[in-house]
């Protein structure tokens, strides 16, 4: 009978430290759902499955209470973080702001070519729509690549980490009947604008586009 595998034996070798790879494989357990919002971590059985000690288990879980993803309870131990009404809001609010400084930014400064990066993605949105897990990661890939364009790493570095605990929330907009057709043409909006180089069209679409996201997930 073959020995159970390990995280090393799953995971490829990379330079990072092993909390890192931990941290990243409880990650995408999370966002899978495999382990639930509210849910409480067994960091004994964690360990057991990962093959590895408590050690590097222990520090991957403090990385992901600093993203947000786990709550740290006071001789309670570990808990996949679960997202309010209130904190759904709250991001969907910092999101907003900005992003559509991002798209205004975008709009008055970006360079063609750089506009034409930003089409592209958009196209490749348009032919995905269909697609419901190629359209969420090409969604955030043209967001996040919107953002990088506009140079603030610092709004970057923010908006990466509410991504994460907005996959969290069980009441994703885009899940709604008719909310990713919505979403779509709002972002065929917003590109319209930024190809004009409208700076104020592309910030007050893009906010409008998360308003609209807000309203879907609170319905």
Sequence with gaps: M???ATLTDRLPLTPRALYQDV???LRQ????RELEPGAWIDEQRLAVEYGISRTPLREALKVLAVEGLVTMKLRRGAYVTEMSTTDVAQVYHLMA???SDAAGTVAAQASDAEIAELQALHDQLESEALQRDAFFATNEQF???LLALAGNRWSAQIVQDLRKVMK???HLSLFKQGRLAESL???RAVMAAIAARDAGQATHLMRTHFDNGLAAASA
């Excluded at 357990?29 to 899978?32: L, N």
Aim: glycine share 0%; charged share 25%.
């Design 29 to 32: 357990q999370i966002f899978s």
């Design 143 to 145: 967001h996040l690549r």
């Design 97 to 99: 702001l900005l992003e």
């Design 23 to 25: 941290a990243e494989r």
């Design 168 to 170: 969290l929330n069980r």
């Design 185 to 187: 043409a709002e972002h």
């Design 2 to 4: 073959p020995a159970t």
